[in-house]
C-alpha cells in the first residue's frame, strides 16, 4: 500500500506503479487534508480525505468546494468523476 502522501500526489500509473508528482510533494506534502482545500487544491485534498477514510475529513473538502466553487455537492455526489479519482491497487510509487 502506498503511502498517504505518494498516493495524495500521484497524477498517473505507469504499469503496477503509481507516479508521483516530486514538486507538489515537497512543496504540499506537510499539509493536512483542511489546508490543501484551503489552498484550492481540492483533488489531492479530496485524495488525502479518501486516504484516512474520516468522514469528517471529506466534509470539510466538500464544504470549502461549495463554498469557493458555489456548487452544492454532497460528500455521496460526483466528486470521483469531477476529481479523476479512482481506486486502484498498486505498491510501488515512481518519484518524478
Do not use: W
Amino acid at each position: 500500500m502506498l503511502s498517504r502522501e505518494d498516493f495524495v500526489f500521484t497524477i498517473g500509473y505507469d504499469g503496477p506503479s503509481a507516479v508521483v508528482d516530486k514538486q507538489a510533494l515537497q512543496k504540499y506534502g506537510a499539509l493536512s487534508t483542511k489546508e490543501l482545500a484551503e489552498k484550492g487544491l481540492f483533488r489531492v485534498a479530496y485524495l488525502s480525505a479518501l486516504y484516512s477514510k474520516n468522514p469528517d475529513e471529506m466534509k470539510v473538502v466538500v464544504g470549502i468546494y461549495n463554498k469557493t466553487a458555489g456548487a452544492f455537492d454532497t460528500v455521496s455526489s460526483h466528486l470521483d468523476r469531477l476529481f479523476g479519482v479512482f481506486p486502484v491497487e498498486v505498491s510501488r510509487s515512481i518519484v518524478l
